[in-house]
T-cell receptor, first 114, second 115 residues
Framework: DTEVTQTPKHLVMGMTNKKSLKCEQH?????MYWYKQKAKKPPELMFV???????INESVPSRFSPECPNSSLLNLHLHALQPEDSALYLC?????????????FGSGTQLSVL | AQSVTQLGSHVSVSEGALVLLRCNYS??????LFWYVQYPNQGLQLLLK??????LVKGINGFEAEFKKSETSFHLTKPSAHMSDAAEYFC???FGRGSQGNLIFGKGTKLSVKP
């Protein structure tokens, strides 16, 4: 199994809603990542978890809250989002957090905030 | 400052023609270099990477890239384009120790392949 699975694939939410994005991998990887990708732009790093501990938070607003319940799962909890938060949210994993590590990406959740 | 630049946001080639996508980086120390491909409505997939050793790197789908330290470049090539190569290509760089070691993506190059 070399897949990173993200659910849901599409999500539409209002600015007062609370929702969660889920990411799962069963490759035994110990580093997991959240990226945000706006249309026609490169992915931008949001959070990195290494051995289930948050190791990087790229100054992301608190309306985004990551959670890593175990080594296979990564969640992104969303609350009080703004329309400008509409984007493709990509989860990725790697064996460890290293400089030459290959990242495996999920297909993403396309989020629209109304 | 450390950065990665992809020249050309859009490249169009004919089927069977050479594909050349350009990537340059700015750093005093050679970084780790990657090329990722993104098909529509998909995540990113690693094509190839350079860390150390041989400077010509072969990847999947017939792509290869050559690390040229003197030119601070890591251009991606494929001798003969297929229709299925149409996608967005991202050069990515990890500058390693002292920079948090995060992967930094270039702005991307959209490759179109004409029949």
């Amino acid at each position: 199994d070399t897949e990173v699975t993200q659910t849901p694939k599409h999500l539409v939410m209002g600015m007062t809603n609370k929702k969660s994005l889920k990411c799962e991998q069963h490759m035994g990887h110990r580093a997991m990542y959240w990226y945000k990708q706006k249309a026609k732009k490169p992915p931008e790093l949001m959070f990195v978890y290494s051995y289930e501990k948050l190791s990087i938070n790229e100054s992301v607003p608190s309306r985004f809250s990551p959670e890593c319940p175990n080594s296979s799962l990564l969640n992104l909890h969303l609350h009080a989002l703004q329309p400008e938060d509409s984007a493709l949210y990509l989860c990725a994993s790697s064996q460890i957090r290293g400089h030459n590590e290959k990242l495996f990406f999920g297909s993403g959740t396309q989020l629209s905030v109304l | 400052a450390q950065s990665v630049t992809q020249l050309g946001s859009h490249v169009s080639v004919s089927e069977g023609a050479l594909v050349l996508l350009r990537c340059n980086y700015s750093s005093s120390v050679p970084p780790y270099l990657f090329w990722y491909v993104q098909y529509p409505n998909q995540g990113l997939q690693l094509l190839l990477k350079y860390t150390t050793g041989a400077t010509l790197v072969k990847g999947i789908n017939g792509f290869e890239a050559e690390f040229k330290k003197s030119e601070t470049s890591f251009h991606l090539t494929k001798p003969s384009a297929h229709m299925s190569d149409a996608a967005e290509y991202f050069c990515a760089v990890n500058f390693g120790r002292g920079s948090q070691g995060n992967l930094i993506f270039g702005k991307g190059t959209k490759l179109s392949v004409k029949p």
